[in-house]
């Protein structure tokens, strides 16, 4: 250690806390200022107020308020973004934006964020194996590290001055350099609008490494010199197997932690506490003890109690232990968590002195789950005591800290309503459902598999007649206003059935005849009736439940409210044939039918914790199953099952990635695989990095695949061209997450680009993702742009053909 001055950690904390409030009052504040219905100051203030408001809820719920218990980890977007531009890391494009002193004031933050007319923002991808996305630094040899943003210091000091001692958080350096892209520099005159440039051969942003450090020693050093005892420096990178020398990673971790321990020492920086979170990390908690940091933190729920060894090498090094469940909703087996906790701290001191350095905590932040359970008083009374949202989490903590501090019957309340609550959750006769899993257990081979691909291309071109380089959209039109207004009366009763379904299909008869105008191929009905891909068909299967409250972060402003997963599935009644068919009888170009699919409805609820989830998935691709042959009667004859969630799901270890890629791909061909030769099978994924999942892509059998492409500029066709995929590809074209409009041009640039990879028999050109979000002035001349490249490139190759 580097002083015997540290701080003393609390004995219950948590890593993080939803940020967007209770009611998305953050979400509501930033998109006014987006629309210019409010000034920056007015977002300023509200932002204040909701931090004081959650700073003043964690102390009601029980956590200290003056010994850094309280994690100070507010962001208005996304809290790489925030570490990206406090380390002066914004591309060369966005350099016009940074005043005098090379800072970026909050308008500029949001444009790296989003975009603007002339400059695509950063990449966006998902945090480890969740729903939460981040926006994805771009590090390149010649990128300028420089302190450049204050608002860490800026958060605990406005917390101070109420009364209120936080704890910083920042991504720490490791994780920060292996999330990022490496990029090099486009050699162009200008203002660096132009795309980046491919990176030198062989380098890596952890390359970088020493050039970040002294960055992150001088932002330490500012939040000592401002009183904080304690800063958060996260480094959940350590749990993932990334492709990269293991050992080079750990070498990386000692030696920046080694730097940021010494350079500056007590009291002259906060303590260091570095938790670990989304997974194991065993053999990286010696190394962060060796390097001197004061705190470490592991994942008791991924990872369970490290060996005897491995805690040996802790020293005196304190331990914070994330014993309740930070990713999903159930109430937590106290009695279990104790035993875990307890049989750490014997591993930690086997019978020597080491009061006071076995901390408990979640294990990860908070941001993963809704607030309250219990704001949701329209959910089952039995179902809502079996769900622990964040603030019953905090509770949790508390009950197994004073358990641990001062034994069992201190919290014996809390552990006999936890057991007995979870007595009440096995016994629901809704749970295990005997007709569900017999129709599961009655599987065969015969069931995941469709007939070959040649055969059913020969047999959807005769029925669909497309042309070269198809046009279509992922689904999903602009949710307006008049939607979302009759979709909420028609909930509280002041709609009936009938004039909401009236309602729906004169949109939807708009919708197609728009797409019809546009010049589209394969049409959509636009999806007006869904207030979510997966929550619409939770409402519809039995074994789910949705929430009115239940909203959490997925990116930005973006929140989605998953659905809770408690029973055996099962579908009591067609969902969407009804709304296809009618698009359908409006047109005669092909319309899509679609459905989200069943790994991706497990990836975006909160899902049971009683089984494991092959079994879970394989009732759900039962329920999809019968839904696409309903589809294929009623005369559908393109059917997309959406998986965008396939590669989160992806175990962080490798060696666990086989089991996975196995029953996903087998949830998805069992949903698909009924499906006659003649009906077109697509499939989405999208904002992730797919190289290790081409293999999967491939496997799914689907005829056409869409992809996330467009920020990335087609990086993923390569790879899908280099691992023999033989299929129909549709790489977006359009990022639909930016409000910019992308010209023409510039969409048949990227089509040309595709058709490079892709042959155009099997090319399609389609938008990056659903359109629901983005509103009609914005979707109308990028679809309009989006169908004249289509048309040009598809001219430009059939004149190349015949010369």
Known sequence: MTDRTTPTLPAATILGYPRIGPGRELKRAIEAFWAGRSELDDLQAKAADLRRRQRSRLVELGLAPDDASIPSDFSYYDQVLDIAVTLGAVPPRFAHLLDDDGALDLPGYFTLARGSEERPPLEMTKWFDTNYHYLVPEISPQTAFRLSDDRVVRLFLEAAAEGVTTRPVVVGPVTFLLLSKAVGVEETEGDGAAPTAAPPEGFTPLDRLDDVLPVYVELLRSLGQAGAPWVQVEEPALAVDWGVDRDRVLAAVERAYAALATETSRPERPALFVPVAYGPAEDALPVLARAGVEAVGIDLVRGGVPSGEVLGELGDTAVVAGAVDGRNVWRTDLDAALTRLQELEAGLRPGAGREGTLSVTTSTSLQHVPYDVGAETSLDPQLRAWLAFADQKVEEVIALATALIEGRDAAEGAFLTAADRRRSRLEHPGVRRAEVRERVAALGEADYRRADFAERASAQAAV?????????????????????????????????????TAAMREEIARVVGLQEELGLDVLVHGEPERNDMVQYFAEHLEGFAVTERGWVQSYGTRCTRPSILWGDVARPAPITVEWSSYAASLTDKPVKGMLTGPVTILA??????????????AQVALALRDEVADLESAGIGVIQVDEPALREL??????????????????????????????????????????????????????????????????????????????????????????????????????????????????????????????????????????????????????????
């Open 604 to 617: 975006w609820s909160f899902v049971r914790d009683d089984q494991p989830l092959a079994d879970t998935a």
């Open 464 to 500: 669909l007649d497309l042309p070269p380089l198809p046009t279509t959209t992922i689904g999903s039109f602009p949710q307006t206003v008049e939607i979302r207004r009759a979709r909420s009366r028609h909930g509280r009763g002041e709609l009936s059935t009938a004039e909401y």
């Open 650 to 803: 992806l175990p962080l270890r490798s060696e666990d990635h086989a089991a996975y890629l196995e029953w996903s791909v087998g949830a998805f061909r069992l949903a698909t695989s009924v499906a006659a030769p003649r009906t077109q099978v697509h499939t989405h994924l999208c904002y992730s990095e797919f190289g290790e999942v081409i293999g999967a892509i491939d496997a799914l059998d689907a005829d056409v695949t869409s992809i996330e492409a467009a920020r990335s500029r087609m990086e993923v066709l390569p790879e899908l061209q280099a691992a023999g995929f033989a299929r129909g590809v549709g790489p977006g074209v359009y990022d639909i997450h930016s409000p910019r409009v992308p010209g023409e041009e510039e969409i048949a640039e990227l089509v040309a680009l595709a058709a490079e990879s892709v042959p155009s028999g099997l090319l399609w050109v389609n938008p990056d993702c659903g359109l629901k979000t983005r509103g009609y002035e914005e979707v109308e001349p990028s679809l309009r742009h989006l169908v004249a490249a289509a048309r040009q490139v598809r001219d430009r190759l059939t004149t190349s053909t015949e010369a």
